[in-house]
């Protein structure tokens, strides 16, 4: 079984094309299950581009399916090797493009790094192209930080500059932004979780949303303040504001958060527990943290 | 069976299963595992759900251990179950065919 990750820079649709196409049409011609999760349009353009073959495609848009960074892992990338368990796939994953708000850039880059860790037990080959024309410097010195191999001028090298995926999560992991306007806050514990899933309801209920994000926010914070007591050793706080264009709630408890796997791997079905944040992944718009020996801060974002 | 204080979860004994009432969260796990340990393996398991203001993950995971230890061919059947319950068992499980849903 291998696992490889690698990075793509791109700098026009041709180039785009030229790598990202004979990696997907070697993996059919090898008969293996082939996922496509990249953002809208280039989607459809390899869609387009695939012909009769797209049929043999799973397709993806990575601007819904990706757009909270850490639902990709359990959601799409392991849903895929789980789907297919016993085969080698083949998967062209693109979670950064220009336009991805700043502040899901860091949530992005320690994906982009945790997949070496997360994905080390599966037989997948993973190809990240990266828009090298339209992407912030910042991001794109991570390309190469985050993948052991890169693709470059049709052939994987080996390159340099990977390093520890935990080294790289670390320096991501830096303290979020004061809330501009107003907050409702309310304290909670193991008996008062009903106060932090109140505070969430009215918060969404507010702010409009339908009735069914208004329950996935509910459970949401719910299972990031139980996750608080019950790792945490004691209760904590919920703050929830409205940022014009999403309702925020952020859940802040004791104890340090040091498995980075956690809400990224699906338990086995016996298991009864480690389903809190994977839920919280896969249901929120985007989940945020930050992790000091002294507290955890967690921030899940629902939008209109 | 069991009671807790106010916010707690209450669970009263039906015909072929159980009747919950109140929350079943972190708070009130204990309770919810006591009276699904004691159902008998040998026939369908009814659950009264009109009256469950919410239920956690944690204890949606108990309600399908319990189904996954009925004999085979028994069922959970769920009676007017919250919204989130089966949002949770949705994504998290697909709904197993142990499980039926009446709403």
Redesign the interface.
Known sequence: MTFAHHGFLYRDVGEYLAGTLPFLTAGLDLGRPVLVAVPQPRLDLLRDRLGARAARVRFLDMREAGRNPHRIIPWVLRAFTEEHAGRPVRIVGEPIWPGRAPEEIPGCVQHEALINVAMADTDAEVLCPYDADGLHPGVLMYVRRTHPTMLEDGEVRTTGGYADPLATVALLNQPLPEPAGPVDEVGFG?????AA?ALAGAQARAAGLA??RV??L??SV??IA?NT??HGGAGGTVRAWWDGGRVICEVRGPGEITDWMAGRIRPP??S??G??L??AN??CDLVQTYTSPSSTVTRLHIRA | MATTGSGGLRIESIGGGLRLVGVADLGTRAVLDRALAGVPATADLHLELAQLAFIDVGGVTALVAAAGRLDAGRRLVLHDPPPELLRIIDVMWGRPRTIEVHS
Request: glycine residues 8%; aromatic residues 0%.
């Open positions: 193991v008996d008062t979780l009903g899933r009735p069914e329950v996935d509910q459970l719910n299972e139980t007591v019950e079905d016996s009864p527990r389903r809190g994977l839920l896969r249901l």
